[in-house]
């Protein structure tokens, strides 16, 4: 599923039902894709998304209202190909990726 297809409101309760498996995810407010994440070694995309929820990194995160996610075998290549893809589309990174 590409991370643009589908969105899930961003409440704790959605964030449960997010997948246990590796891949990228999108941070949405409205119609703007604020933030693309990707798993770390040993972390599921559902984790991922639990931490920014909470804030773990950056109250910025927590402004979302929807996310997305992808399942991949190498997220952070993923996350490269969604970002050069975006940045293209838009002339620009999504902002919360700009501050990374």
């Excluded at 994440?37 to 929807?66: M, P, W, Y």
Aim: aromatic share 12%; proline share 5%.
């Amino acid at each position: 599923m590409p991370i643009w297809s589908r969105r899930w409101p961003y409440l704790d309760y959605t964030i449960e039902a997010a997948p246990l498996d590796r891949g990228v995810f999108g941070l949405w407010k409205a119609e703007e894709l604020l933030f693309v994440g990707a798993t770390n070694e040993g972390a599921s995309i559902r984790q991922c998304l639990v931490e920014h929820f909470k804030g773990v990194h950056g109250e910025e995160s927590r402004t979302a209202d929807h996310y997305s996610w992808e399942v991949a075998s190498n997220p952070e290549q993923r996350k490269s190909e969604v970002l050069q893809q975006y940045r293209q589309l838009h002339g620009r990174m999504p902002r919360l990726n700009k501050a990374k």
